[in-house]
C-alpha cells in the first residue's frame, strides 16, 4: 500500500508541521525549511521524501485527499444513487477532504501548484477523475472510459476555483450538478467524436 512506503511516512509526517505554516508562508522555501526543523526531518530523509522539492509535498497533499475521499466514499451508501449522483457524492467528498485545509489549496493555486496547472497536469487531473469514476462503480475500459475520465478532467479546475470563494452549500452543490450535467450532456453526442483520438491517445499511452 502507498502509505507503507517509507517515502510516503515521511511526507505525512512532514506535512503535519508544514501545512499550519503553509496559511501563512504559503508553499514557500521558508515553510518548506522551517517545517522541515520542526518536524525533525533530515537532509537524508528530505531527498528520500522530496527530491523535487516542496512540489513533492504538495502533491502527496492532493494524494492524501483523494485518499480520505475514498475512504468518506467506502462508509457511505451510494447503492441506491445514479451514476451522475455518485459522481457528484465523489466530488464532493474530495472537496471535504480538503476543506480543512482550504487556505493550503488556495496558496497552491496562487503558486500554480494545483494538479492541473503542474507539468504534469493532466496526469495528475487525470488521476483525481480517475479515482472519483471508479469510486463511483465505473468499470469501463473502451474509450468510453477515456470520455468519461476526460470530461470530469475538464470540470474539476472550475468547481475547485468556485469552491475557494466559500460559497453556500447548496450553491456549491447546484454549481457542481451543473458542471455535471454540462460535461455528461456533451459526452453524449460529444463521445463519438472523440473516439478516434481517444483511441490515439490509448495507443500512445500504452493500454
Known amino acids: 500500500m502507498t502509505a507503507e512506503r517509507p517515502s510516503v511516512r515521511l511526507q505525512d509526517k512532514w506535512l503535519e508541521s508544514l501545512l499550519p505554516h503553509v496559511a501563512d508562508m504559503g508553499w514557500t522555501d521558508q515553510a518548506y525549511t522551517t517545517s522541515m526543523r520542526e518536524a525533525g526531518i533530515s537532509s537524508d530523509e528530505a531527498a528520500l521524501a522530496a527530491p523535487n522539492g516542496i512540489g513533492d509535498l504538495v502533491e502527496r497533499f492532493f494524494d492524501r485527499a483523494e485518499e480520505d475521499m475514498l475512504a468518506a466514499l ?34 497552491a493555486s496562487a503558486r500554480g501548484f494545483l494538479p492541473w496547472n503542474t507539468p504534469d497536469a493532466a496526469q495528475r487531473t487525470w488521476k483525481t477523475a480517475d479515482a472519483i ?56 453526442w460529444g463521445s463519438k467524436i472523440a473516439k478516434p483520438g481517444l483511441e490515439l491517445l490509448d495507443r500512445l499511452r500504452g493500454r
Open 74 to 107: 467506502a462508509e457511505s451508501d451510494l447503492s441506491d444513487l445514479r451514476t451522475h449522483e455518485k459522481v457528484a457524492a465523489g466530488v464532493k467528498a474530495w472537496l471535504g477532504a480538503l476543506e480543512p485545509h482550504r487556505e493550503a489549496v488556495k496558496r
Open 133 to 188: 469514476w471508479t469510486a463511483a462503480g465505473d468499470t469501463a475500459t473502451d474509450y468510453n472510459r477515456e470520455t468519461k475520465r476526460g470530461l470530469l478532467s475538464a470540470v474539476l479546475p472550475p468547481i475547485v476555483l468556485y469552491w475557494q470563494n466559500e460559497p453556500e452549500e447548496a450553491d456549491l452543490d447546484a454549481f457542481i450538478e451543473k458542471r455535471l450535467e454540462n460535461a455528461m450532456t456533451f459526452g453524449k
